[in-house]
C-alpha cells in the first residue's frame, strides 16, 4: 500500500508505518496545496492518505479516490501523536479507495 503523509503530520512518523510505502507531501512537492487538489494529485499515485487535519476533505463533494485516514488528537506534535501509530497502521491496512476512517487520540 502506498501513503501520502499530509503536512501536518511529522516526517519522521512515516518510520512508524512499518510494510507500507510512504512518501510525504513534502517529498512531492506539493507542501501548500489545499485539501482537495491534494486529493486528485495524490489520488493516481496513493492508496491512502494520513493526516491529522479533522476537516480534510470536508469539502470535497466527489466519491474519494482513494483512502483517508484522520488522527484526532488536536495536535500536530511528534509527542502526542507517535503513541497512536499502532491505531493508524491498523486502520491503512485495512483501509480500501473511498473509505474515510477517523482514528479517536
Known amino acids: 500500500m502506498r501513503v501520502l503523509l499530509d503536512e501536518c503530520v511529522p516526517r519522521q512518523l512515516?518510520?512508524?508505518?512499518?510494510?507500507?510505502?510512504v512518501e510525504t507531501v513534502q517529498d512531492?512537492?506539493?507542501?501548500?496545496?489545499?485539501?482537495?487538489?491534494?486529493?486528485?494529485?495524490?489520488?493516481?499515485?496513493?492508496?491512502a492518505i494520513f493526516t491529522v487535519d479533522r476537516e480534510f476533505g470536508a469539502s470535497y463533494t466527489a466519491p474519494l479516490p482513494l483512502g483517508v485516514v484522520i488522527l484526532q488528537v488536536g495536535a500536530t506534535d511528534f509527542a502526542v501523536i507517535r503513541?497512536?501509530?499502532?491505531?493508524?497502521?491498523d486502520a491503512l491496512r485495512g483501509l480500501k479507495r473511498g473509505d474515510l476512517r477517523r482514528v479517536r487520540g
Open 14 to 21: 512515516r518510520n512508524d508505518l512499518t510494510g507500507l510505502e
Open 28 to 47: 512531492r512537492g506539493w507542501a501548500g496545496v489545499k485539501n482537495g487538489a491534494l486529493i486528485e494529485l495524490a489520488a493516481p499515485h496513493f492508496d
Open 83 to 89: 503513541p497512536h501509530m499502532p491505531a493508524v497502521l
